[in-house]
């Protein structure tokens, strides 16, 4: 069970804007930068959005992020059949023992 | 290009030890703090664990599941990385990533990524 908690999936079709919840507490997402990583089906992650809401190079400005409070949320407009994966957020936290923690993973399908 | 290129992965009995290793090359290995993260089949991501470079005390930090089992170490000289796996357990199964978190602007990214290398654990 993931202290930070995603929706198991989403859907949208090509074109549309799709949005992924990232709940928290105080103690991770509250105080600490939210990360945000695409899986590729049979590949591994790859960083899309650090600092809240930074892309690295080379990733399209579709994808953006934002962090309020004790959430944080991708959001990806013109959907695409390549955007088809695996989502996870990500941060630290700070609790008991400190650990870096990530969702649950969201897929998302582009129907 | 930036590389990170696990391996040590295989089959071990539950109660068993492997040591994985990871080979950077591409980018400043000795100023990255590293990690290893582990997917198990069909499940999420998992923090395992990770290691500060040495400006920062070259000191390790554990998720809970595998805390006085598992240790990372560097060896700079070597750019790569070591998790010592010991007391494995069958929901240690999964596929092994390292990831690299540059720091300076990057701080808490992690921005470099291997392929991963499988560690099944079964008797």
């Known amino acids: 069970q993931s202290v930070l908690t995603q929706p198991p999936s989403v859907s949208g079709t090509p074109g549309e804007r799709v949005t992924i919840s990232c709940s928290g507490s105080s103690s991770n997402i509250g105080t600490n930068y939210v990360y945000w990583y695409q899986q590729l089906p049979g590949t591994a992650p790859k960083l899309l959005i650090y600092r809240n809401n930074q892309r690295p190079s080379g990733v399209p400005d579709r994808f953006s992020g934002s962090k309020s409070g004790t959430s944080a949320s991708l959001a990806v407009k013109g959907l695409r059949s390549d955007d088809e994966a695996d989502y996870y957020c990500a941060t630290w936290d700070g609790g008991l023992s400190g650990s870096y923690v990530f969702g649950s993973g969201t897929k998302v399908t582009v129907v | 290009e930036e590389q990170l290129v696990e391996s040590g992965g295989g089959l071990v009995k539950p109660g068993g030890s492997l040591r994985l290793s990871c080979a950077g090359s591409?980018?400043?290995?000795?100023?990255?703090?590293m990690n290893w993260v582990r997917q198990a089949p069909g499940k999420g991501l998992e923090w395992v664990g990770r290691?500060?470079?040495?400006?920062?005390?070259?000191?390790?930090d554990y998720a809970a599941p595998v805390k006085g089992r598992f240790t990372i170490s560097r060896d700079d000289s070597k750019d790569t990385l070591y998790l010592q796996m010991n007391t494995l357990q069958t929901e240690d199964t999964a596929v092994y990533y390292c990831?690299?978190?540059?720091?300076?602007?990057?701080?808490?990214?992690?921005?470099?990524w291997g392929r991963g290398t499988l560690v099944t654990v079964s008797s």
């Open positions: 290691i500060k470079h040495n400006a920062d005390g070259g000191t390790p």
């Open positions: 591409g980018f400043t290995f000795k100023n990255a703090w």
């Open positions: 990831a690299a978190d540059p720091r300076g602007n990057w701080v808490g990214a992690l921005l470099y």
